[in-house]
């Protein structure tokens, strides 16, 4: 807590603990709208680089003592009224698919506020739990056609979950799909070259036939999806464009033109999800440090092998010269010089004997120990470092944000421009309508703005995904964007400058 005096009233900073606060405006605004009906308070706002709230008073009024106590008993109100939760949702392709489930999700009656992070598929809401309950709103976001991943975030160790498998399958699926509707559009043009391979080589039903079934084929999973949001967020997606573009495409007999649009769509899905999973894989191999299982030592005598989920606060254990440490810990027995560069990039190794802790994700070097555990696996070190981050590529930074509410208007404006020109220049007689249709189609399908929207967020993610792979914790995009003004860093120690190696 600090102290100021500006202007005949006191600044009280206080350290805000009231959790997600800078993306919550509803949690913010009702905490400072009970601050303002104290007598005495005259200004409070959010300092978020400092995660301070920052109360101007009148100190003939108030004491400081008073204006903490107020500030901590309205946080204390506001986060028992309202409710968040981070849900880890499957099946999002692209950075449209976000806004399609923060616009949908929004709708329910109950939930004040959603955020949804595309790279690292999380899904941020904040609620009212007496109108609205967590299943209402996964029930949601599987009407709209992605999935709530059960159950709660994975311990360290525990390996590929189910769900990730299911989404590997579901993937595979999906490029497996995408593989007939190429070849389809192949045999396709195949038939449109049969005139230059001569007479009879192909009759002239085969081009349509075969670009219509790869049109249907790719363009069906789009316009359902399109319409379901449609139905339920009530709002334009890119899916619908596409879908609509190649119905066009196909009306007017363009049907090379429809297949190639929807194949190139899911091509262009594919590699933005791959963009996003290479970002996710950025947090995994952080865990990936922690070995799976744990020796554990039975109370009468013996040791068993058992995953590190199963290992509890007070159990003893052992590791091997050369092993990975698996939770953090206090050394009971042994001694041994031990390689934190993984967590704390100490460049060389530290000796560690009865008393000393240590991480999971360390490295023992040449003598066996005999280690206390002091903390469950999901809550170690490294996982805690790995929550950190995964939390701060969820925070959306400003440039991100303004994209987003551009997003909202931007597709609109796009169908509505594309109506335009298919209809104005055929009534003023510039030309026949298909043609104009044609160039209406081809507009709704350049201005796609997934590239756009999907820009900003990934590149952030992968920022912060790297400059925690080098040991450097960034806390949100604001303030990976608030570094680009940094002209001067100042270090405490010596030590934070190490490579992590000898």
């Known amino acids: 807590m600090q102290d100021s005096t500006a202007l005949g009233t006191k600044v009280l900073h206080i350290p805000l603990l009231l959790p997600m606060h800078a993306d919550c405006p509803d949690c913010a605004a009702r905490l400072r709208e009970l601050l303002l009906a104290r007598e005495g308070v005259e200004v409070v706002h959010f300092d978020l680089a400092r995660g301070d709230l920052v109360v101007h008073y009148d100190p003939q009024a108030l004491t400081a003592e008073e204006v903490e106590r107020a500030a901590r008993l309205a946080g204390k109100e506001v986060a028992q009224r309202y409710r968040h939760a981070d849900l880890p949702v499957e099946g999002m392709d692209c950075a449209d698919c976000a806004l399609k489930l923060e616009r949908g999700v929004g709708r329910l009656q109950g939930v004040l506020w959603t955020a ?40 360290a160790g525990q390996g590929h979950s189910l769900q990730r498998g299911l989404a590997w399958a579901r993937q595979r699926s999906r490029e497996g799909l995408i593989a007939v509707a190429v070849t389809l559009a192949l045999l396709g043009f195949l038939g449109q070259a049969a005139p230059f391979l001569g007479p009879g080589a192909a009759p002239s039903w085969w081009p349509p036939l075969f670009f219509g079934a790869a049109t249907v084929l790719a363009g069906a999973p789009l316009a359902l999806r399109g319409l379901r949001t449609l139905g339920i ?50 947090i995994r191999s952080l865990m990936a440090l922690v070995p799976e299982k744990a020796r554990r030592l039975r109370p009468e005598g013996g040791e068993e092998e058992v995953a590190v989920g199963q290992v509890d606060v007070g159990d003893l254990i052992l590791v091997r010269p050369g092993e990975r440490i698996p939770v953090d810990g206090v050394v009971v027995e042994g001694a041994s010089a031990v390689d934190q560069s993984p967590v704390t990039g100490e460049s060389m190794p530290v000796d560690r004997g009865p008393g000393s802790e240590v991480y999971a994700g360390s490295v023992n070097g040449e003598g066996a120990l005999v280690v206390r555990v002091v903390r469950p696996a999901q809550e170690s070190t490294l996982s805690r470092m790995a929550r950190l981050v995964e939390e701060a590529q969820a925070q959306k930074a400003r440039s991100q944000r303004f994209v987003d509410r551009f997003a909202r208007w931007y597709t609109p404006a796009v169908v509505l421009l594309a109506l335009l020109v298919a209809v104005v220049p055929t009534l003023a007689g510039w030309g026949p309508f298909a043609l104009w249709v044609y160039r209406a189609l081809t507009l709704l399908v350049i201005a796609c703005p997934c590239a756009l929207v999907l820009a900003t967020p990934v590149a952030v993610a992968a920022a912060i995904a790297s400059a925690g792979r080098h040991g450097i914790l960034i806390k949100g995009g604001v303030h990976l964007e608030d570094a680009a003004r940094l002209r001067a860093v100042a270090f405490d120690k010596t030590g934070t400058l190490s490579y992590g190696r000898p």
Do not use: C
């Open 116 to 155: 949804v992070h595309f790279p690292s598929g999380t899904l941020r809401v904040g609620y009212d739990p007496e109108r609205v309950a967590p299943e209402d709103v996964a029930r949601r976001v599987q009407e709209l056609g992605y999935r709530v991943a059960n159950g709660l975030p994975e311990p």
């Open 233 to 282: 967020a009530q709002s334009l997606s890119i899916d619908l464009l596409m879908a609509v573009a190649a119905l066009g495409a196909m009306a007017i007999g363009e049907w090379a033109e429809g297949a190639v649009v929807v194949i190139l769509f899911h091509i262009g899905e594919l590699l933005e999800a791959y963009t996003a999973e290479r970002a996710r894989q950025a």
